[in-house]
């Protein structure tokens, strides 16, 4: 399978700790990235689902795995977090990367 | 490190458009670079990469045949060429370097974009 699935839309309140998920079957083989992107501009790298943040990228971003499923968390969203969140792995071949369809992340 | 794109296209309907991505700031050959592209309103989708040390490459399946991915080591430039361009390829396309961080590959560096509309 070459597809990881990701909920379309969440929100949370300012302040607040969300969880954005991706899953797929590749994921059980591959570990994960997430990138970020705001409108207008270029994806960004925030973290690995081995949990490591890019110079820069606040703390509050966490990144976990467990079995076909990768979590991207944000402890404490800030207004600054409203984005597109991508999550990026390889497909089940090992061959390919594939993506996520994103998630739009609406902060409260 | 910076990855410097080239300017936006605009081309007709059946013909090819070429790309380029100029590094700087690290070792080109030590790192992939990969492209991705985004049609207006929608997600990330990953077309291919290129080993600038080999000039290996790999590209995915909804690309194969009409995508090519090389690479100019003397001037630390990579290159993604498209052809037999439809409407719906019009889309910003990105470049993005490609390496192994902790076991885990990443596109730890990406290009500004470069918008290509294709339309007759």
């Known amino acids: 399978s070459s597809e990881l699935t990701q909920d379309p839309a969440v929100s949370v309140a300012l302040g607040q700790t969300v969880r954005i998920t991706c899953q797929g079957d590749?994921?059980?083989?591959?570990?994960a990235s997430w990138y970020q992107q705001k409108p207008g501009q270029a994806p960004i790298l925030v973290i690995s689902?081995?949990?490591n943040r890019p110079s820069g990228i606040p703390d509050r971003f966490s990144g976990s795995f467990s079995g076909d499923t990768v979590s991207l968390t944000i402890t404490g969203a800030q207004a600054e977090d409203e984005a597109d969140y991508y999550c990026?792995?390889?497909?089940?071949?090992?061959?390919?990367?594939?993506f996520g369809g994103g998630t739009k992340l609406t902060v409260l | 490190v910076q990855l410097v794109q080239s300017g936006a296209e605009v081309k007709k309907p059946g013909a090819s458009v070429k790309v380029s991505c100029k590094a700087s700031?690290?070792?080109?050959?030590?790192?992939?670079i990969n492209w991705v592209r985004q049609t207006t309103g929608q997600g990330l989708e990953w077309m291919g990469w290129?080993?600038?040390?080999?000039?290996?490459?790999g590209y995915a399946q909804n690309f194969q045949g009409r995508v090519t991915i090389t690479r100019k080591t003397s001037i630390t430039t990579a290159y993604m060429e498209l052809s037999s361009l439809r409407s719906d390829d019009t889309a910003v396309y990105y470049c993005?370097?490609?390496?192994?961080?902790?076991?885990?590959?990443?596109?730890?560096?990406w290009g500004q974009g470069t918008p290509v509309t294709v339309s007759s």
């Open positions: 993005a370097r490609g390496g192994v961080h902790d076991d885990v590959y990443v596109f730890d560096y």
């Open positions: 590749s994921l059980r083989t591959y570990y």
């Open positions: 990026n792995s390889r497909d089940t071949s090992g061959n390919y990367f594939v």
């Open positions: 290129v080993n600038p040390n080999s000039g290996n490459t």
């Open positions: 700031g690290y070792t080109f050959s030590s790192f992939d």
């Open positions: 689902t081995k949990n």
